[in-house]
């Protein structure tokens, strides 16, 4: 899978999601901050999942209407828990992301909203 991870997921993730054989870009790595809209804008024209703990996302994509190809939300997630939880969403939901599903995650609670 192609992933674009946010600055506030953290490298770790990314590095992480490389390590295991995904193609994943941490947008810190990217430059400064262009913005939500325009990280997400990104992550399209790369076909590229966006990772982030930012709640503004879903804001962009439900009631503004933004395309995506597919958004995991951790923002409940501690630093330390994100690797864990993001394994369990690749394995368990990992064909819907694929389709354009949103992964929300909040303590324990997955939720997932396909397309």
């Given at each position: 899978m192609k992933f674009l991870v946010d600055r506030c997921a953290?490298?770790?993730?990314?590095?992480w999601l490389s390590s295991g054989g995904h193609d994943s870009v941490y947008a810190g790595a990217l430059g400064p901050d262009p913005g939500d809209r325009a990280l997400l804008?990104?992550?399209?024209?790369?076909k590229r999942?966006?990772?982030?703990?930012?709640?503004?996302?879903g804001r962009l994509v439900y009631r503004g209407g933004?395309?995506?190809c597919g958004i995991v939300?951790?923002?409940?997630?501690?630093?330390?828990?994100?690797?864990e939880l993001m394994s369990t969403v690749i394995e368990r939901?990992?064909?819907?992301?694929?389709?354009?599903a949103i992964v929300t995650v909040r303590g324990e609670k997955i939720r997932v909203s396909v397309p």
């Amino acid at each position: 899978m192609k992933f674009l991870v946010d600055r506030c997921a953290g490298r770790r993730l990314a590095n992480w999601l490389s390590s295991g054989g995904h193609d994943s870009v941490y947008a810190g790595a990217l430059g400064p901050d262009p913005g939500d809209r325009a990280l997400l804008q990104r992550a399209v024209s790369e076909k590229r999942i966006l990772v982030t703990i930012d709640t503004d996302f879903g804001r962009l994509v439900y009631r503004g209407g933004e395309v995506h190809c597919g958004i995991v939300r951790l923002p409940d997630v501690r630093c330390n828990n994100r690797i864990e939880l993001m394994s369990t969403v690749i394995e368990r939901y990992g064909p819907q992301l694929e389709k354009g599903a949103i992964v929300t995650v909040r303590g324990e609670k997955i939720r997932v909203s396909v397309p």
